[in-house]
């Protein structure tokens, strides 16, 4: 595997070389996305066309590693150095596609983001486990299951096709990936299919020198969920998916209890100063902690400033039936964010992203986005507060704000939001 790194680091370097085959997992860049897009293209490139540069590509900013800890200590345990990856700010995807250079294969997402739009004519394959977003064709094959981990999917690709390249490196990344993505593989989690199941006892039959799965899941969780040090602006952009429509919204996965999280000190400037930097109107959070038996237990909070907008979707949300969140609300010492215990707790935000898609669909069918525009609800506080979106599927392009607000206090903007928001009588 560090060979295959390093000499993709080496062809990256080249920009009149050949054509790229890139790799690409999803833009929260979890541990199962960075194994799939790491160990599907090293499939690739041991069985694909000689002529073919296969290059797995981590759809975040390299800055933004250290966030996912988890992957982090994944890495360590595999010896396998952060320095031989390439990262979406590393590679032009959009200068590689207009030269005609460029073929993707999307790996733990089927579908790109509105952002990278522009580069879905690049895509020659899919692989992924979630909602099935997009139609088969003979250019492009689509292998969608609902399995607990896409590395499960890889996994039995490179043991049908080509099993001789599976060694205990290539072998551990899999193994983690598909054991963290079900849970320690606890059917009380919901997660965990056969096909996982059966997988993961391939690959410990393989190479019993595997280290244990309690073992392995608990490293990799106690990982995951040590957010010591790390404000609030990281910890939404630590596992953050934006979905974009007549609002752009965050959805960000917690890894502390929404009770520790609402109690943070300035909590509400520190998320009005977030939205404005990024361009959200709303943002979903849903943190994550487990019972002793590895069962999750899950709330849900939504924030804007928009009273009109947090009831819609919010009320939504209470309806939903596909699945059933089961909302139940709770109390919250913050007014411009509504707080629910999800009493559907093997719903994961897999299950919630569809939901804000059918949400943002309805919206725009019910006439309240016109001309590119907020309606005449919101039409005040789009004129006042909003700024162009960053594409959040990387933010290799940067934001206009990204040297901060030199003349606005996080407390400044707080008050301005009310204030608006009081002269529209919310």
Not at 334 to 341: D, M
């Amino acid at each position: 595997m560090e060979e295959f790194l390093s000499s993709c680091r080496g062809t990256v370097k080249d920009p009149a070389g050949p054509g790229l085959h890139v790799v690409l997992g999803n833009e929260a860049c979890d541990v199962d996305s960075m194994v799939c897009a790491l160990a599907y293209a090293y499939f690739l490139s041991k069985t694909g066309r000689p002529e073919a540069l296969v290059v797995p590509l981590l759809n975040i900013r390299q800055s933004e590693l250290p966030l996912r800890s988890d992957n982090v200590s994944l890495l360590r345990q595999v010896s396998l150095s952060a320095d031989l990856l390439l990262f979406r700010d590393q590679l032009d995807l959009r200068a590689l596609h207009r030269a005609g250079r460029l073929r993707l294969t999307l790996v733990d997402h089927n579908v790109l983001p509105s952002s990278d739009s522009d580069l879905e004519a690049a895509v020659v394959e899919v692989i992924d486990h979630h909602l099935l977003e997009r139609d088969s064709s003979p250019s492009c094959p689509v292998i969608v299951e609902k399995v607990g981990s896409c590395a499960t999917l890889v996994t039995e690709r490179i043991i049908q096709k080509a099993p001789e390249i599976l060694d205990q490196q290539v072998a551990q990344l899999l193994y983690a990936a598909v054991v963290m993505d079900c849970v320690n593989m606890a059917p009380s989690a919901g997660k965990v299919t056969p096909k996982d199941s059966r997988l993961v006892a391939a690959l410990e039959a393989r190479f019993p020198a595997l280290p244990a799965r309690g073992a392995l899941f608990q490293m990799l969780q106690d990982a995951k969920f040590d957010v010591s040090g790390l404000n609030t602006e990281q910890m939404l952009l630590k596992d953050m998916k934006a979905v974009s429509g007549s609002l752009n919204v965050a959805v960000s996965v917690l890894y502390i209890t929404l009770e520790d999280f609402l109690q943070r000190a300035g909590l509400e400037a520190e998320l009005s100063g977030f939205c404005l930097k990024f361009g959200f109107d709303l943002l979903l959070l849903m943190s994550i902690s487990f019972r002793e038996s590895s069962e999750p237990i899950r709330e849900l909070a939504v924030f804007s400033h928009s009273t009109a907008c947090r009831q819609q979707v919010s009320h939504f949300l209470e309806q939903a039936r596909s699945p059933a969140l089961n909302l139940c609300p709770i109390s919250s010492p913050r007014p411009h964010i509504t707080a629910y215990l999800q009493g559907n707790s093997l719903a994961s935000r897999k299950q919630l992203l569809p939901l804000v898609k059918d949400f943002l669909k309805e919206r725009d069918a019910d006439g309240r986005l016109a001309d590119g525009r907020l309606g005449d609800m919101e039409e005040e506080e789009d004129e006042e507060s909003r700024v162009p979106p960053t594409p959040m599927n990387s933010l290799v392009e940067g934001c206009p704000l990204d040297g901060g607000l030199p003349h606005l206090s996080a407390l400044d903007l707080e008050e301005k939001f009310s204030k608006m928001a009081d002269r529209r009588g919310n």
